[in-house]
T-cell receptor, first 120, second 114 residues
């Protein structure tokens, strides 16, 4: 089945540095990818929708300048946490839709394995 | 604002029991409802429901959607310890042409004890 690869799976950084997380669709092209954040024992919170070739759509309350999203190709979206602070420590997950899968045109949504960010 | 509410938030059952997990939603421009199982890492896909009244089955799991009542249930029969996980319900809505938005519920934590 379709696979979404996310890298790195774990990153530890110092406060004030920037961290980039990559999300790749390995065997399908994804015009849309989604970025989520998950705090311990809580559900996934959609942060933004990444659209290939155009600007990302951010959810209310998510800072665009802090969480930079780039969807430069049909198989790669990146999330950059800029000037990271300890409160940015979280589990970040991406997902992408396989337009060829699922029912009709809806397609099936696949998740990456997530990236655990720890900011010291 | 789109909303997805799951119940119960947590559930403890014995192996062999049957469980029903609930998901109700309020969204604009509904497109589909999805169920996921999350163990230690990222969620794994279970079902996608778009039409009312059509049950989807996969082994001991089944799910059905009621678009009139804005409600879905996930059934697990003959539960096993490997079913222990958080089950997430998500509703997808059309945000604008060609763009979709997912809203997740808080999940139901299922614990199956031997």
């Amino acid at each position: 089945g379709a696979v979404v690869s996310q890298h790195p799976s774990r990153v530890i950084c110092k406060s004030g540095t920037s961290v980039k997380i990559e999300c790749r669709s390995l065997d399908f092209q994804a015009t849309t990818m989604f970025w989520y954040r998950q705090f311990p024992k809580q559900s996934l919170m959609l942060m933004a929708t990444s659209n290939e070739g155009s600007k990302a759509t951010y959810e209310q309350g998510v800072e665009k300048d802090k969480f930079l999203i780039n969807h430069a190709s049909l198989t790669l979206s990146t999330l950059t946490v800029t000037s990271a602070h300890p409160e940015d420590s979280s589990f970040y997950i991406c997902s992408a839709r396989d337009p060829g899968g699922g029912q009709g045109n809806t397609g099936e949504l696949f998740f990456g394995e997530g990236s655990r960010l720890t900011v010291l | 604002e789109d909303k997805v509410v799951q119940s119960p938030l947590s559930l403890v059952v014995h192996e062999g029991d049957t469980v029903t997990l609930n998901c109700s939603y309020e969204v604009t421009n509904f497109r589909s409802l999805l169920w996921y199982k999350q163990e230690k890492k990222a969620p794994t896909f279970l079902f996608m429901l778009t039409s009312s009244g059509i049950e989807k089955k996969s082994g001991r799991l089944s799910s059905i959607l009621d678009k009139k009542e804005l409600f879905s249930i996930l059934n697990i029969t003959a539960t096993q310890t490997g079913d222990s996980a958080v089950y997430l319900c998500a509703v997808e809505a059309t945000y604008r042409a060609g763009s979709y938005q997912l809203t997740f519920g808080k999940g139901t934590k299922l614990s199956v004890i031997p």
